[in-house]
């Protein structure tokens, strides 16, 4: 079974499937051998209706989020649909199994006072302060996925035009504009590089090496401390706060869209929410009554 997964890793890697999306995949197949191992089960008893079922079962025992489980499906499904085309299974197990229905879960957003405590708190002191402010000022004011601002160049930041090239989901380019404080902060940090070229990464962790999304998150994790954060936050409710904050000062989704780099409408919907305070200053001057008492 591991031989199997590890093929099917190579083919994703070939169509240039991300590192954490691998990653991501060899950590939910491994699970599955493992399942199978402890089974003493082969491709050919694991891949049935009922031992599918089973495994389906454990999973639901050991991982109480719906969103988790419906992750290792997908990551199993697409390895049936790989085998499938290789002629190494004969028929599709997940035909007679359906599918759990995908919680509808509200993005985890910071108001822009704490996104304003969390930049300040990042490049107040230390040595990679100008680092650290340029790295988080760039995602939120963009919305860049984690390994979208770890997979930059230098020479994907336009100072001129005020846009940066990002590499997204699917090997797809887009061009996102970016705020003049993030520049800024990206011109200082670039300053205390030695001799930096166009074709470096843009961001470097404390060896002089590219930032990874894991060296990211270990770093948001602190400066969110750092910042007095009560709840838990990571890198992608920075994304999620410039989405959520551009539509509450009246961006529309289609360009909302563009900028995030989803392929469709339906993914940008779920930042139609807003916060009580914004959707109580629309009732406040909406509404013919209110309206009626404030003349």
């Known amino acids: 079974m591991r031989e199997l997964a590890e093929h099917f890793l190579m083919y994703l890697q070939n169509k240039n499937f991300s590192a954490h999306t691998l990653q991501g995949y060899g950590e939910d197949l491994e699970e599955f051998a493992a399942f199978c191992d402890a089974r003493k089960a082969g491709p050919a008893q694991a891949f049935t209706p009922v031992f599918i079922r089973s495994f389906l079962a454990s999973l ?79 995602i939120y004011s963009s919305g860049l996925r984690r390994g979208e601002v770890t997979g930059l160049k230098i020479r994907d930041v336009d100072f001129f035009n005020g846009v940066v090239k990002v590499l997204g ?59 007095g954060m009560a709840r838990k936050v990571s890198p992608h409710s920075l994304r999620h706060s410039f989405a959520t904050h551009l539509l509450n000062n009246g961006c529309d989704l289609r360009s909302l869209q563009e900028m995030l780099g989803h392929k469709s409408l339906s993914a940008t919907q779920v930042y139609t929410h807003v916060s009580l ?12 009554k209110n309206k009626e008492s404030q003349s």
């Open 277 to 288: 305070e914004k959707l109580k200053d629309v009732y406040q001057h909406a509404h013919p």
């Open 60 to 138: 639901t025992a050991k991982h109480p989020a719906r969103n988790t489980i419906l992750r290792k499906i997908a990551s199993l499904r697409s390895f049936t649909h790989y085998l499938l085309e290789q002629d190494r299974l004969k028929q599709n197990p997940f035909k007679l199994l359906p599918a759990p229905k995908r919680e509808r879960l509200l993005p985890k957003f910071l108001t822009p006072e704490e996104v304003d405590r969390l930049l300040d708190t990042a490049g107040d002191k230390g040595r990679f302060a100008s680092r650290n402010r340029a790295l988080f000022e760039l």
């Open 169 to 227: 989901k699917g090997n797809k380019e887009r061009y996102v504009p970016v705020t003049n404080e993030a520049l800024e902060a990206i011109k200082d940090y670039l300053s205390t590089r030695a001799n930096p070229q166009g074709g470096d990464a843009l961001f470097l962790n404390k060896n002089g090496t590219p930032l990874t999304g894991d060296g990211l998150a270990y770093i948001f994790k602190h400066l969110a401390i750092q910042s």
